[in-house]
């Protein structure tokens, strides 16, 4: 064999070597744009099934939180008229009612100190925060593997091969002014 003919081989060698390598990094970045996808996607599932699980528990001790502190009032109001009119009969009464309202009152705050309605909505805003701090992250790098993606299928001389492989360019992430607003909790309670 001669010189020319190994040199010929070597070069043919190369670049089907480089053609290889060049396909399986448009491949390696495909797969990165769809890893990418499905991150976001799996972020915009959960807060979709997540936010108005966690309103919800928010309107419901809210509003256990708001009857039982209405009863309490209602019947301390009792007990004042009661008093100011000095009817023993109905004051004994209502003291009951006081009582046993102080007592269901007294007996969740000691079995659930930490609950109350504010820090359930203090939760529920943190949770909020997290998951739109978390989809903005993975947004960004969803629109960097797209890019990496995109920049690479128009080189020259990957773009050969990108066509030959039939490699698209993706749409990078962008959403409408709507979507980028926060959530509108207030709404979800109405």
């Known amino acids: 064999m001669s010189i020319s003919s190994a040199v010929f081989l070597g070069l043919v060698a190369v670049v089907i070597l480089y053609a290889i390598m060049t396909y399986n990094g448009l491949v390696t970045l495909k797969h990165a744009v769809a890893k990418a996808w499905a991150n976001i996607d799996v972020l915009l599932k959960q807060r979709h099934d997540e936010l108005p699980k966690l309103v919800e528990v928010c309107k419901q001790y809210k509003e256990f939180e708001q009857t039982t502190l209405q009863r309490v009032i209602a019947a301390r109001n009792q007990v004042q008229e009661a008093r100011q009119s000095h009817d023993?009969?109905?004051?004994?009464?209502?003291?009951?009612?006081?009582?046993?309202?102080?007592?269901?009152?007294?007996?969740?705050?000691?079995?659930?100190?930490?609950?109350?309605?504010?820090?359930?909505?203090?939760?529920?805003?943190?949770?909020?925060?997290?998951?739109?701090?978390?989809?903005?992250?993975?947004?960004?790098?969803?629109?960097?593997?797209?890019?990496?993606?995109?920049?690479?299928?128009?080189?020259?001389?990957?773009?050969?091969?990108?066509?030959?492989?039939?490699?698209?360019?993706?749409?990078?992430?962008?959403?409408?002014?709507?979507?980028?607003?926060?959530?509108?909790?207030?709404?979800?309670?109405?």
Not at 89 to 112: H, M, P
Not at 126 to 141: F, K, V, W
Not at 148 to 173: K, T
């Open 88 to 190: 023993v009969a109905a004051l004994g009464e209502a003291e009951g009612t006081l009582r046993l309202g102080l007592t269901r009152l007294f007996a969740v705050a000691e079995a659930y100190p930490e609950l109350k309605a504010n820090e359930h909505f203090m939760q529920l805003q943190t949770r909020i925060t997290g998951l739109e701090n978390a989809i903005a992250d993975r947004r960004e790098l969803y629109n960097e593997a797209v890019n990496l993606n995109n920049v690479r299928i128009e080189q020259f001389p990957d773009a050969l091969i990108a066509r030959l492989g039939h490699f698209e360019p993706q749409a990078l992430l962008e959403f409408s002014s709507a979507e980028k607003a926060d959530v509108d909790v207030k709404a979800l309670f109405g």
